[in-house]
């Protein structure tokens, strides 16, 4: 059809978004990301970063990429299997290793390249892969480009996983239990012991995503294997530096089989230019931080149970939270998207979650408390929740 236009679509799919208010507005930071930012020109207290420790800010991470930058370059030229292995990356590595007390670990672009990279070299034809309901979208992309049957479990059902494995168990050559650690919309933390233990009954292979346990769970912020003390049990575990340590990229942690598996079989990893030095050095200096500093991890932790306590003596509903992510129940989308409009005014910035990414009467502001936070800033944004939670009548 010579009258056909090529890209119109693109606008009236936009256009449906915007009129349905799930389109994304995007706000500008103006300067670094810190527990008191400026966004759009104003200057409000950040409750909705993943920068859960302020490591970006750190005076020992910032230095390490700038000097990286004076050793090694903008740029590593290449993708590691050819040229752009550096000898930063075999030491990120290998301390990534020490820290999560594992044999060897492997540094993907990102956490999502990671999922989407090795769950589809883990399980194929004739396999089963058992994922939890809400699950995050990488892990279910990762689960997308494999051939391999798909059980999804309830969430953090250890009842249903079990019914799963026992489908599984049936005809599958090989089963792979995919869990976040941390699930991100409502700061719940998965049964990764029972998980672990129920598997190994089945022979099952595990794999956690501990994107947001990282730093935050565990001993000295090992994450959420090490919080259920079942690391031997874990085959697999993914993190990411973009979370709270504060940099960005991916990584698994486990077995040298394991490393040299998804090294020789991950698309994602094989086909995509390695990490530039800066970020590669400052990723090392956050895992050194975490190492030494245990204080940043205590400040998260106390920030978090003041906030939270805060929060429901104030007579507002946090859900099922355990972790620093801290929801405020709402609702309906219109009160959780003018509750987080009205914070802006007043200086606090935490962004509404509403349908389609959590159920249409489950909408809610999602706080991350921040170790950088001071408690004045936790006593400010306080009084504007209770202000603006009495101007919209959700409390009394
Ligand atoms: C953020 C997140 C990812 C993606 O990590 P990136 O390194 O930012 O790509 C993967 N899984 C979970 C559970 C996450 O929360």
Not at 18 to 23: E, G, I, N, P, Y
Not at 178 to 207: C, H, N, R, T, W
Not at 282 to 300: Q, S
Not at 341 to 350: C, H, N, P, S, Y
Request: charged content about 25%.
């Amino acid at each position: 059809m010579a009258n056909r236009d090529p890209t119109s679509w693109m606008r009236a799919e936009y256009e449906s978004l915007v009129a349905q208010s799930l389109d994304w507005k995007l706000r500008v930071l103006q300067g670094p990301s810190a527990p008191r930012s400026i966004v759009d020109g104003k200057t409000v207290i950040m409750l909705c970063s993943n920068n859960y420790l302020n490591l970006s800010n750190h005076p020992k991470v910032k230095r390490a990429a700038r000097e990286a930058i004076k050793t090694h370059g903008a740029g590593s030229g290449s993708v590691r299997p050819i040229a752009g292995n550096m000898d930063l990356h075999e030491e990120l590595e290998r301390r990534i290793a020490r820290f999560k007390r594992r044999e060897a670990a492997l540094f993907y672009m990102s956490g999502f390249a990671g999922n989407a990279g090795l769950i589809s070299q883990l399980a194929g034809d004739g396999d089963a892969i058992l994922t939890d309901e809400l699950n995050h979208g990488s892990i279910i992309d990762g689960v997308r480009l494999t051939k391999a049957q798909r059980i999804i479990y309830r969430h953090r059902d250890v009842g249903d996983l079990e019914r799963a494995l026992k489908e599984a168990d049936v005809s599958a050559k090989k089963i792979l239990v995919v869990s976040d650690g941390v699930f991100s919309m409502d700061g719940d933390i998965a049964p990764v012991g029972e998980i672990a233990k129920l598997s190994e009954s089945f022979g099952a292979m595990v794999y956690i995503d501990d994107a947001h346990g990282e730093g935050v769970l565990g001993d000295g912020g090992r994450g959420v294997a090490s919080h259920f003390h079942v690391e031997e049990k874990i085959q697999v575990e993914l993190g990411t530096f973009s979370k709270a340590l504060g940099v960005v990229g991916g990584y698994v942690a486990g077995s040298n089989d394991l490393r040299n598996y998804a090294l020789n079989k991950s698309r994602t990893w094989l086909l995509s230019g390695s990490h530039p030095p800066a970020v590669t050095a400052a990723c090392t200096a956050a895992i050194d931080v975490l190492e030494t500093e245990p204080r940043h991890v205590k400040k998260l932790w106390s920030n978090t149970k003041y906030f939270k306590k805060r929060l429901v003596s104030l007579g507002f509903d946090i859900g099922r939270s355990e972790t620093p992510i801290t929801p405020v129940m709402l609702g309906d989308s219109a009160t959780a998207k003018r509750f987080s409009d009205r914070l802006f005014e007043e200086g606090v910035f935490a962004l509404p979650i509403v349908y389609p990414m959590v159920a249409k009467d489950k909408a809610r502001i999602r706080n991350i408390v921040n170790a950088g936070l001071k408690r004045q800033d936790l006593d400010d944004a306080l009084a504007a929740y209770e202000k603006i939670g009495k101007e919209l009548s959700v409390i009394a």
